[in-house]
């Protein structure tokens, strides 16, 4: 085995470690791949022999490259949330459970409500707590990649934190608990049943469609009980066949027309009430995801 090679192995053993920081990060799946693929061609061209800790190198190095795109993200004003409803990209799996490589990506429990509280923090916030708070990286190696102290560096977290802890909902633990309430929402939606509609909702209930930047039109924002049920009933009218799938390892559904998948409805379910729902909608964001585990 030439060096190559074995640089190649040691960087397969952590590829799926990296990619699960960089999902928290950016929030896109492909982006995501995109951010540790950079990091692999960086250490190609590094000299890595006095590097001790390779793992915690590469994370340091995924943790830049994200950085840098958040913030490219933000020179650019790529569909902004105040532009654009978004909703980040969906890890969806078959409802018999997560394969392995999906239970990396998804380890945390990172739902989508936590994936748009994240999107909401200034990109420097958003490192400090991902790397601190989910991979238990030291301030002292945060601080330089965000040009501040370990102190500020802290501080950058501790606000994140407060944002997370403060707006994120705390969905249930029982999955079957999850899938009865998704269950009544779809049959009391397809029987046009409002008043039951309203029951399963949590008083603050949010739903975010995400039809993509060229359907701008159909992306919205909706909050309270009234407004979600109603938009329940008339996507159900539209929605064709509905497939139940673990959204982000919670219970969710993927709605089909023709055979062809058009939505992706993740839900947020706390104290037995529907908190979020999170709709992907785009259709050339859903083209890109591995929905294989629904096959069948």
């Known amino acids: 085995m030439n060096n190559e090679e074995f640089l190649a192995e040691r960087f397969e053993a952590h590829r799926a470690h990296l990619r699960s920081v ?8 492909s ?12 250490l190609a061209r590094a000299d890595t022999e006095d590097v001790a800790n390779l793992g915690g190198w590469l994370t340091t190095v995924v943790g830049r490259v994200c950085l840098d795109m958040l913030r490219s993200r933000n020179t650019r004003g ?9 909703v980040p990209d969906p890890v969806v799996s078959g409802v018999d459970g997560i394969d392995p490589e999906q239970e990396a990506l998804l380890s945390d429990s990172v739902g989508l409500a936590l994936l748009v509280v994240l999107e909401s923090l200034a990109p420097a916030e958003r490192l400090a707590f991902v790397l601190h708070d989910m991979f238990a990286v030291p301030f002292d ?7 501040r102290t370990p102190a500020a560096a802290r501080q950058l977290a501790s606000r994140a934190r407060r ?3 403060g707006t994120a909902p705390v969905p249930d633990a029982d999955l079957g608990r999850q899938r ?11 029987g046009g049943d409002f008043d039951a509609l309203v029951t399963l909702l949590d008083p603050d209930v949010v739903l975010r469609a995400d039809t993509g930047a060229g359907l701008a039109g159909g992306s919205r924002e909706l909050r309270g009980p009234a407004a979600v049920a109603g ?7 539209a929605a064709g066949s509905s497939r139940p799938a673990l959204v982000n390892g919670a219970a969710g559904i993927v709605s089909i027309v023709g055979g062809r998948p058009t939505a992706v409805l993740g839900f947020t379910i706390t104290d037995g009430r529907i908190v979020e729902i999170d709709i992907l909608a785009d259709p050339e ?12």
């Open 78 to 86: 790529e569909q902004s949330l105040d532009v654009h409803v978004h």
């Open 141 to 147: 190696e945060i601080a330089p990649m965000v040009g």
């Open 285 to 296: 964001r859903l083209s890109g995801l591995d929905l294989t585990s629904l096959d069948g």
């Open 22 to 29: 960089a999902y928290r990060m950016l929030g896109s799946l």
């Open 31 to 42: 982006e995501a791949d995109d951010a540790v693929q950079e990091a692999w061609l960086r």
């Open 231 to 237: 938009q329940a009933l008339l996507f159900q009218r």
């Open 163 to 165: 944002r997370v802890r």
């Open 180 to 190: 009865e309430v998704v269950d009544a929402f779809l049959a009391a939606a397809r």
